[in-house]
């Protein structure tokens, strides 16, 4: 059987995908692309989408980290991403498809705002990364990777802002699901790696990362990946964090 799996480097849906093969005991190869790359290799593979994560899979190809979990699940039930009882089912469907599509993109658009403020800190998030070229050739391209990744993923001041401030609502409600046992139980679901990948990536952000750490969420998404690669040092203005109630940090 030949799997592979197309990622870059700090995505965190790539990671959600990583974590479902895994948890399914599927063998893989991960291939990652540098961001700017991914498109025309994806194209050249025919995948439908220029978008990671993709996988190959004898042939077949799946793109997005929900759809990777449920052509995994069918091929390989056990050990499960989903409960058997049909009404806890549809309650991990119901948070998956909300970290999917409403929390993935948040901390996506965060760490890219952050990293135009310091564009070195990008070499942190592809630290353990294989490019096929050194990476400090790859990373010379930064400033235009990030400029780019930005601006598709509309990563302006307003956009940041209002994320910012609907950030706390968000936080609490994965805290009412790990309270309620939907998130957070000793077998992980396909909800714990669609959520727990995206709050684990809002914690390499120093700015953020005191006021989620301590919370019921931030412990789940330390469970579910121990190690995220990646550190932006204090970008977000005072007033946005102030107005968020999160609390900025301190400078030292």
Known sequence: MSVRLFVIPGSHPSLA?????????VSHRRVDLIPMVAK????ALRFPRATVPAL???????QGSRAIARALEEARPHPPLLPSEPAQRRAVE????????VLQPVPRRLVWWALRRDP??????????????PLGLALKTA???????????????????ADLA?????????????????????????????IGTSVRLLTTLDDLRPAIESRPCGEMARRVVPVFPGRARPAFPRQWLAESAIPPVRSK
């Open 17 to 25: 995908a990583r974590l479902t093969l895994e948890h399914k005991g």
């Open 94 to 101: 119901d948070a998956e498809r909300w970290g999917d599509e």
């Open 40 to 43: 025309p290799v994806l194209r």
């Open 120 to 133: 070195s800190a990008l070499a942190s998030y592809a630290e353990g990364a294989r490019l096929g070229v």
């Open 166 to 194: 609907t950030l706390p609502e968000m936080l609490e409600r994965v805290d009412s699901w790990i309270e309620e046992g939907v998130l957070g139980g000793r077998d992980p679901n396909a909800a714990d790696f669609q």
């Open 143 to 161: 400033p235009p990777i990030i400029w780019g990744a930005a601006r598709f993923n509309n990563a302006t001041d307003a956009t940041i802002r």
């Open 56 to 62: 190959m899979w004898d042939g077949r190809r799946v």
